[in-house]
């Protein structure tokens, strides 16, 4: 079982960054974990992914944009967001890769809006 809690989220003008924090409550180091979004009326997504040994993965939506980082002693998953735009407007959630129920937080809210 592990609980993530994920923090950093805010209001933020288009074009913007912002960088998200989650927080494992054990040593995550062998998952491969992802940053996953849902904004409203929409299924949540996956947008960014890193397996165990670093390599990352992102949506399309989402490359050249976001970069998704670990720091596995501690344990950490960060997503740094530049280049903000309205369509990011979402609840951001860490999981792991594939996504377990127990798993989810409360999420942190983003909002890109001027």
């Known amino acids: 079982q592990v609980q993530f809690v994920e923090s950093g989220g805010d209001l933020v003008q288009p074009g913007g960054s912002l960088k998200l924090s989650c927080a494992a409550s054990r040593i995550i180091s062998l998952y491969s974990v992802g940053w996953y979004r849902q904004a409203p009326g929409k299924q949540r997504e996956l947008a960014a992914s890193?397996?165990?040994?670093?390599?990352?993965n992102y949506a399309d939506s989402v490359k050249g944009r976001f970069t998704i980082s670990r720091d596995n002693a501690n344990p950490m998953v960060y997503l740094q967001m530049n280049s903000l735009k309205p369509e990011d407007t979402a609840v951001y959630y860490c999981n792991t890769i594939p996504s377990k129920v127990n798993y989810w937080g409360q999420g942190t809210q983003v909002t890109v809006s001027s």
């Open positions: 890193i397996t165990p040994g670093g390599s990352t």
